[in-house]
């Protein structure tokens, strides 16, 4: 008989801020793989992380004692660890596994960089938040979430795929709230603009126990990004992770 998963064969080095270990953190509850949860404070990065990810950046996630780095890749190293065919993030059918990949190249990946470069608007800083978007920055970001709404209308969602929880929703939600929170600087608002079943999209990922555990309190968050004028606050100063994440019963310090 094989041995029960025991939380230690997995780590995850996380930052509860970071979108790119948000998508993780979403894809290890989903799949409901047992993990140890260590909190890295990028501010003050502890000198031993370097022996985990040279570089330095989270997410990273231990599994059997070997490291795996970069947030897709780690997904979907969790997509292939799940136990049952309910618990995988990837289509049983062929068809729809081409279908999100697809996907994953343009309309998801498209839409978070379209999405960072609106929110600089005129600043050109990478993460920041300013005013005097461009039309061409509007228009770039547009034609990502029209490529998402397309997804939703042809599959009747709740899901980017249909009825299954797929990566391609993983991927991208931690972006989109993250836009949708900051709409007072860009004037955006994601939810008017993909129309169609969006509101029914994002509401069928926020009811999901996974989704809300790991957004951080849209409230706090707003509060940070106006006073950092950036959507990378990567302190737990400004606030803790248990204010951050109200919803979390099992944060460790
Ligand atoms: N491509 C990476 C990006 C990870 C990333 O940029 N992480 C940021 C936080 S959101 C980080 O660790 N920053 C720390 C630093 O730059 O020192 C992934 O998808 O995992």
Redesign the pocket.
């Known amino acids: 008989m094989a041995a029960a998963p025991n939380k230690l064969d997995t780590v995850f080095f996380t930052?509860t801020?970071?979108?790119?270990?948000e998508?993780v953190w979403i894809a290890l509850l989903e799949t409901g793989t047992q993990h140890l949860l260590v909190h890295i404070d990028?501010s003050r990065?502890p000198g031993w992380y370097r022996s985990v990810n040279p570089r330095?950046?989270?997410?990273a996630l231990q599994h059997d004692g070997r490291v795996q780095?970069?947030?897709?890749d780690?997904c979907r190293q969790l997509d292939s660890l799940a136990s049952e065919p309910d618990l995988r993030l990837s289509p049983p059918e062929p068809a729809l596994q081409r279908e999100m990949e697809e996907l994953l190249r343009g309309p998801c990946s498209g839409v978070v960089a379209a999405g960072l470069d609106l929110m600089a608007g005129s600043t050109g800083r990478h993460w920041g938040i300013g005013s005097g978007q461009t039309a061409a920055q509007r228009e770039g970001f547009e034609a990502h979430l029209r490529g998402l709404s397309a997804s939703l209308q042809r599959h009747g969602g709740p899901f980017l795929l249909g009825t299954h929880l797929t990566l391609a929703d993983v991927m991208v939600y931690p972006f989109l709230y993250r836009f949708s929170v900051a709409k007072k600087f860009s004037g955006y608002d994601i939810g008017a603009v993909l129309g169609g079943r969006t509101g029914e999209w994002l509401a069928a990922l926020e009811a999901r126990p996974a989704f809300r555990t790991t957004s951080a309190d849209s409230r706090l968050l707003l509060e940070a990004f106006t006073a950092h004028q950036s959507l990378?606050f990567?302190d737990y100063e400004t606030y803790t992770c248990f204010q951050l994440h109200p919803h979390n019963q099992h944060m460790l310090t």
């Not at 330095?56 to 997410?59: K, M, T």
């Not at 780095?69 to 897709?72: D, F, G, M, P, Q």
């Open positions: 930052h801020l970071c979108p790119y270990a998508r990028l990065k330095g950046l989270v997410p780095l970069e947030s897709a780690i990378d990567f």
